[in-house]
């Protein structure tokens, strides 16, 4: 498996040569049109839009519960050792290690039992055994912890055979986390094992940066909302709704400003309502070549535009720039195209901006059951399902048809099939990169 940190693509077999060389040819930003230069390839694309991200600085102290997903502001240093006592890791007879079997057995007299929570008084002597509970407090005197399907009752006490290890089954204190040790880092996303970190150290509440504002549009005369009929010629939008998910798995606060018509004008307005109140604004369609893609020439006029163009399959015309103190994407309009580049540039950069130190993504290899019709040039992010073939090695095969207007290519799929610019149409059995859309943590 590899990992690819927003500011350490390329990866994935496309050489640092390569992308240089061609990150060389492209004009600087502000040269000129964007719409009207060389598309970037998308590890040039990550590092320009990297370049440009500024993480929110202002933070807030909320609930340990309500911390959920959110980005810690500040070390966490441990108050305390966790555990905080030496402990049995088992159920079974704390004792002194002298006393185990080097050959046959041992029998021990049972003077007492120590609980989870309830500590036993009593100090083990040798030829001495305690009962003892998974968690429970060690007695004075033992050091060692023999399972208590290893011991056996007997007439003259437990009886206990051989190879066993001195210290064994025993949970030291501060094993965990010691007092005064860094328990989680400034720029660390909150996961539910955070949560449980916390709580372990007896901590209620954290300080963690600002949620994110964004902003997001549709544009498009041919959208309707549900809920509306559809007259002929039209659709439904539903790049507000995956654009909702997407965000809202983010955890930040998010500002829909709707449909928007295609004129410059309804399009300007709620660009410069979206600049007032937000720190990123998303929009789509609109950045293509068509007649009525007027986000190109409104944020042009209003902002700035960084590149307006990249060379991936499905997403193209992709829009960067900022308006005011605002980040922009323009993203594309067909509906897998929004998804690709908002997963592959516009995540990385909206979880910068939220403070987050790692961004990775994990990439592997699997094995490729399906043909994937490609021409070189392009990145392509195919969508694809993940399964392991009878030698337990990871395959993948493709989600149908790849338009970049399929959506259900993409609500199919587990995983991205990454196909670097220089590779041709894929075989069944070659080897692909593959992207998996959801890990655990
Ligand atoms: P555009 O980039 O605006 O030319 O849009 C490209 C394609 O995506 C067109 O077929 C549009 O109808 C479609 N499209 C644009 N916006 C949406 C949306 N919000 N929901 C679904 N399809 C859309
Ligand atoms: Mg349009």
Request: hydrophobic share 40%; net charge neutral.
């Amino acid at each position: 498996m590899r990992y690819c940190d927003a500011d350490r693509r390329p990866t994935m077999g496309l050489t640092d040569s390569n992308s240089m060389s061609r990150e060389h040819r492209q004009p600087e930003p502000g040269c000129g049109d964007p719409f009207a230069a060389d598309a970037l390839s998308i590890e040039v694309a990550a590092r320009r839009i990297e370049a440009d991200i500024v993480p929110i600085r202002d933070r807030e102290e909320v609930s340990l519960r309500g911390a959920l997903g959110r980005v810690l502001a500040e070390d966490v240093l441990s108050p305390i050792n966790v555990p905080s006592h030496v402990n049995s890791a088992v159920d079974g007879y704390a004792m002194r290690s002298a006393d185990l079997p080097t050959r046959g057995s041992a029998t021990l007299t049972l003077i007492g039992t120590a609980w989870a929570g309830r500590p036993c008084g009593e100090t083990v002597q040798l030829g001495q055994c305690i009962r003892i509970m998974t968690g429970a407090k060690m007695p004075e005197g033992a050091d060692t912890v023999v399972m208590q399907e290893h011991a056996e009752h007997t007439d003259t006490g437990m009886r206990i055979g051989e190879g066993h290890r001195p210290g064994q089954n025993v949970r030291m204190a501060g094993e965990d986390l010691a007092a005064g040790q860094p328990a989680a880092e400034a720029g660390k996303k909150i996961t539910p094992a955070v949560l449980g970190l916390m709580a372990s150290l007896g901590i209620s509440r954290v300080a963690v940066r600002r949620r994110l504002r964004v902003a997001s549009f549709a544009t498009g005369d041919e959208l309707r909302s549900i809920g509306e009929p559809l007259a002929e010629g039209e659709i439904y939008d539903s790049n507000r709704y995956t654009l909702y998910g997407m965000l809202a798995r983010l955890g930040v606060d998010q500002l829909d400003l709707g449909v928007v018509r295609d004129t410059p004008e309804a399009i300007r307005g709620a660009l410069e309502r979206g600049a007032e109140r937000a720190d990123v604004i998303i929009t789509t369609g609109g950045v293509s070549v068509g007649e009525a893609d007027y986000v190109k020439e409104v944020i042009t006029d209003l902002g700035e535009v960084t590149f307006g163009k990249i060379a991936i399959k499905p997403g193209r015309p992709l829009a960067f720039g900022r308006i005011g103190r605002s980040l922009f994407f323009g993203l594309p309009g067909n509906p897998v195209a929004v998804m690709v580049t908002f997963y592959q540039l516009v995540q990385p950069a909206l979880r910068r901006m939220m403070g987050e130190t790692r961004t990775s993504a994990a990439r592997f290899e699997a094995r490729c059951l399906s043909r994937l019709k490609k021409r070189p040039g392009r990145t392509e992010f195919q969508r694809g399902r993940l399964t392991v073939d009878a030698d337990g090695r990871v395959a993948v095969s493709k989600t149908g048809a790849q338009g970049s207007g399929i959506l259900s290519s993409m609500s199919a799929a587990d995983c991205f099939i990454v196909l670097p610019p220089e590779s041709g149409t894929v075989e069944p059995g070659d080897t692909v990169w593959v992207e998996p859309f959801e890990g655990t943590v």
